[in-house]
């Protein structure tokens, strides 16, 4: 408790540095751009239980402080960066993913780290039609299923890269960009005295294009090239399209269809040979102030004993949280599911979900999940949740139960 104790004590005693001076619209001087930016805080503590076959029982108390400053822009340029200090009350509780803490336990994917979380120069040219940024930076493409920032965990996968954002004629968006790192949720870490790179060593290029239709919805088409050095097996080139929806009717509601299909084959030095397929199919029908109800079904397919993979994901969102399939089986992996979402009084937000999942290739069942999850927003500054999956697994894999309370502060 000494850990949490000492972090809320830094984050009130800084907590008059939450808003130095808001970014405005820009700096006529270079000395105002530096000095007159934002400064700010976020502090998270979580309690993580996890009760897996095969494992002994994991608990995880963890905090994660993230501090960082960004400034004005001068000329159309302008910085940011964060830095993160993630820390535990006792590592011998859970298995940090083998960076750290006991092997025979439950994995927690929390390891204590301390590093530079984002850190980029920015500019954006007087009509805000193009932006370019490079250094380490967040990434986060559509839904998150192909490119995202693993939100979740303690520690969140941001990317060492160059990024070019246009807004083109015709309601289109552009973006590429080229990764040569990749910083992932894992961190940098110790295994028996010896560093512990868990990084992807990359030279891999993402493209995204999307176009409002005016009031049809959006319809995005996408290229993620990825060749990782350290990791060939994770190599592959995946092209695909998104279409995403919402159509009004009798006042209140509205249907909203997302649709989406890629086809990702190995690349560069991927010892497998394999073309295999994803397909996504999901509505849903709103009511606004109330909440939702929806089904889906998606598919990651398999092809000549490997499957489709998704490793620049924020897999925590898909496919349960229990996480049994953040890595696709061989096999592939169909996921049906149903979910609804309920704003409920004092302004606490509740979400069900639950999954039935299958191999793509030779149909065997491979269990079952149910996802809860409670939340609420206290004021602007703080929320808190509770969080909550049950995984029934079939065909040899086992059962578990994961459990969550969090805290999250923040200054903006």
Known sequence: ??????TIGVFLGLGATWAVAAPGEGSDSWADAVFGGEAHLNLRVRAEFVDATGSEDAQAYTERLRAGYGSKPFNGFSFSFDFE??????????????????SAKA???????????????????PDQRVTLIGGRQRITLDDHRFVGDVGWR?????????????????????????????????GQGFVDGNPAISDFRSDSHLFNLSKDCEGLGTVTGFAYLL?????????????????????DFT????????????????????PASYDADYTLAQVSVVRKGTGSIGAGYEVLGGDNGTSF??????????????????????????????FATADLPGGAVGKIFGHWFGQDVGGLDLGNEIDVLLSKKVDEHISVLAKYAYFNGDSGLGDGMKFWVQTEIKSR
């Open 309 to 338: 993979q998704t490793p620049l994901a924020t897999g925590h969102a898909f496919n349960g949280w229990f996480d049994s399939f953040l890595v696709t089986p061989a096999a592939g992996l169909r996921d049906i599911y149903l």
């Open 227 to 247: 060749d990782f050095d350290n990791s060939p097996a994770n190599s592959s080139d995946t092209y695909g399209v998104r279409y995403q929806g919402s159509f």
């Open 85 to 102: 200090d993630i820390r535990t009350v006792d590592d011998d509780l859970y298995n940090a993913s083998g960076i750290h803490g006991d």
């Open 251 to 270: 006042g209140d509601y509205s249907v909203d269809p997302v649709l989406s299909y890629a086809s990702q084959s190995d690349n560069n030095a991927n």
């Open 1 to 6: 408790m000494k850990m949490l104790s000492r």
């Open 154 to 186: 303690q520690n969140e996968q941001t990317f060492d890269a160059a990024t070019v954002i246009a807004n083109l004629p015709g309601g289109m968006t552009g973006q590429y960009s080229y990764l040569w790192d990749i910083n992932r949720v894992f």
């Open 107 to 125: 994995v927690v994917a929390d390891p204590e780290a301390t590093e530079l979380n984002q850190g980029f120069l920015k500019y954006q040219d």
